[in-house]
């Protein structure tokens, strides 16, 4: 299987670069089975396509405020990423500066404090921050809300708020689980009155997740690496969902990604550690019964993983459609609810 299998033009203007006035006045794309049709909805109708004894599955990662500034002593200009924090104030970082700092060079922080180069792995730096208190409460302060590379504008005051879910609790991600962008509590209410049970898991978005597969061969691709937790309630809940009836649906690709981790022989168990499943057509995804997510950028791993889940010819023309109808696509765009293909519920 190739990189271009996955490919589709999109119009950039297509692009959401900013969220709507309202988080669930998005546009829905169901996608069930064939020979069924797809059909536009809004997110505010998922009361009515659920059902009494289902259960939602949120990612409640929250997202760091992960990008900084700064300047090596040689005058050079610096922007840090933050990829994942460590302990004793060290950071895995992606990091840009017109020469590439040597271990051991210090750079000064824009924000205050500096930063020393521990290293260099791959295409990560490890550093050492020397600032006051812990640093996950100084980038609160500090660092700026680290927006997707296909949004063309810097961050503001309303991203802070509108770039988080409002389940969002466990600090880590570089990147939000934007399907969970489009819930606000009166949808949430609204989906409690239902009868429909919530719960979650914590899957700390990596900066990996933007970058683009480099390889035609997708079997020579290295998926990146991230932390995950899948709690003994939420087991619990999984079990006891299924025993009543009910269906797991995944709110984002993220989710998934946690759960097929967390399966052992078949069965969802508890986790917590490191993943880089790597799930694109062949794979069968046993842990959900739906998926709800946005749209996907061309030849990229998350686009494999919706084929996955409800076939490559059945995303290709939902992909269609919604570019047609002129549907929000990536981050802050409208989203999909899929169903798996009939193949896949057979086999």
């Given at each position: 299987m190739k990189r271009s299998d996955f490919h589709y033009d999109l119009p950039p203007e297509l692009i959401a670069q900013a969220p709507l006035p309202e988080r669930s006045a998005s546009r829905l794309l169901v996608v069930p089975p064939l020979p069924a049709p797809l059909q536009d909805r809004g997110v505010r109708d998922l009361p009515d396509l659920l059902r009494e004894g289902d259960?939602?599955?949120?990612?409640?990662?929250?997202?760091?405020?992960?990008?900084?500034?700064?300047?090596?002593?040689?005058?050079?200009?610096?922007?840090?990423?933050?990829?994942?924090l460590l302990p004793d104030a060290e950071a895995r970082v992606q990091l840009k500066a017109s020469k590439s700092p040597r271990p051991g060079a210090r750079i000064a922080l824009d924000a205050g404090g500096e930063v020393e180069v521990l290293g260099r792995e791959g295409e990560f730096y490890r550093l050492r921050f020397h600032v006051p208190g812990s640093l996950e409460e100084w980038l609160q302060h500090a660092g700026r809300l680290p927006l997707p590379p296909y949004i063309q504008r810097?961050?503001?005051?309303?991203?802070?708020?509108?770039?988080?879910?409002?389940?969002?609790?466990?600090?880590?991600?570089?990147?939000a689980p934007t399907a969970g962008l489009h819930f606000d509590e009166a949808l949430l209410d609204a989906l409690r009155a239902r009868g429909i049970d919530f719960g979650h898991v914590t899957l700390h978005v990596g900066a990996g997740t933007f970058q683009p597969v480099r390889v035609d061969e997708l079997s020579e691709h290295k998926m990146h690496s991230e932390w995950l937790n899948v709690g003994a309630h939420l087991v619990e809940q999984v079990r006891a969902t299924r025993a009543r009836g009910g269906r797991v649906i995944a709110v984002g690709t993220t989710v998934v990604r946690a759960l097929e981790s967390a399966l052992r022989d078949g069965e969802l168990q508890p986790f917590a550690g490191e993943?880089?499943?790597?799930?694109?057509?062949?794979?069968?995804?046993?842990?959900?019964?739906?998926?709800?997510t946005n749209f996907h950028l061309p030849e990229s791993t998350l686009l494999m993983?919706?084929?996955?889940?409800?076939?490559?010819?059945?995303?290709?023309?939902?992909?269609?459609?919604?570019?047609?109808?002129?549907?929000r696509f990536?981050?802050?765009?409208?989203?999909?609810?899929?169903?798996?293909?009939?193949d896949e519920v057979r086999a």
């Open positions: 259960l939602l599955v949120f990612n409640d990662t929250r997202v760091i405020p992960a990008r900084l500034h700064g300047q090596k002593s040689s005058g050079g200009r610096v922007e840090i990423l933050i990829e994942r810097t961050a503001d005051a309303d991203d802070d708020a509108r770039y988080q879910t409002v389940f969002a609790r466990e600090t880590g991600a570089v990147a993943t880089s499943i790597f799930i694109l057509p062949g794979y069968r995804i046993r842990s959900v019964d739906a998926l709800l993983l919706v084929s996955a889940f409800a076939g490559r010819e059945r995303i290709r023309a939902a992909y269609a459609h919604a570019i047609a109808e002129r549907y990536f981050s802050y765009g409208d989203a999909m609810l899929l169903w798996p293909s009939m």
